[in-house]
């Protein structure tokens, strides 16, 4: 059965400072996929960054990008140059590739202090 | 594009009592997904629509909870009658069958009292 793991229930950090969200996950699947979503307060989840397993590289997307270590199972997200507007719950999730139930974490909710 | 709209944003309801969430997916997606993440909890699958035809029920927690979306539009998920475990925040997703990302809804908050 697939698990996916967030050890940070809470962080914080200083506007323009860097931060990372750690995620693990475990599968026996050699196809499938990674996703970060953020929710900010009472607004719609949206994705942040997605990454195919069989990728070796890096995905990034603006200010945000991932470290992923398959052999180690692993998924975080760095935030660089935060804002205030990246105050959100973060949402680590993964899937089998060709289906879309997703399994996500418990999530990290993350505060950026002016 | 309008995204993916869930009514009401929050609902406080008394134990027994019966509540119905509505999900507007992203109009022209054929796949439509309710989840749910009881309050500290991971989000949970409960079931996938593909047009009004229910895919997978496999993450419904039991016969009080009953999804419809009839003529393949919009959904709506019932609780009847709703236990002090139902509370939690309900979300809805929709994708289009050429894409591989879900687009969630803000969610649904429930509170049973």
């Known amino acids: 059965a697939q698990t996916v793991t967030q050890s940070q229930p809470e962080m914080s950090v200083q506007e323009a400072e860097t931060v990372t969200l750690s995620c693990t996950y475990d599968t026996s699947e050699s196809n499938y996929y990674l996703f970060w979503y953020k929710q900010p307060p009472s607004r719609q989840m949206i994705l942040v960054i997605r990454?195919?397993?069989?990728?070796?590289q890096n995905a990034t997307e603006n200010r945000f990008s991932v470290n992923f270590q398959k052999a180690a199972k692993s998924f975080s997200l760095k935030i660089s140059d935060s804002q205030l507007g990246d105050t959100a719950m973060y949402f680590c999730?993964?899937?089998?590739?060709?289906?879309?139930?997703?399994?996500f974490g418990t999530g990290t909710r993350l505060k950026v202090l002016a | 594009e309008a995204g993916v709209t869930q009514f009401p944003s929050h609902s406080v309801i008394e134990k027994g009592q019966t509540v119905t969430l509505r999900c507007d997916p992203i109009s022209g997606h054929d796949n439509l997904y309710w989840y749910r993440r009881v309050m500290g909890k991971e989000i949970k699958f409960l079931l996938h629509?593909?047009?009004?035809?229910?895919?997978?029920e496999s993450g419904m927690p039991n016969n009080r909870f009953l999804a419809e979306r009839t003529g393949g539009t919009y959904s709506t998920l019932k609780v009847q009658p709703a236990e002090l475990e139902d509370s939690g925040v309900y979300f809805c997703?929709?994708?289009?069958?050429?894409?591989?990302?879900?687009?969630f809804g803000a969610g649904s908050r429930l509170t049973v009292l």
């Open positions: 997703a929709s994708r289009n069958s050429g894409a591989n990302v879900l687009t």
């Open positions: 999730a993964s899937s089998i590739s060709g289906t879309y139930k997703y399994i």
């Open positions: 990454q195919e397993a069989y990728k070796q």
């Open positions: 629509f593909v047009k009004e035809s229910k895919q997978d």
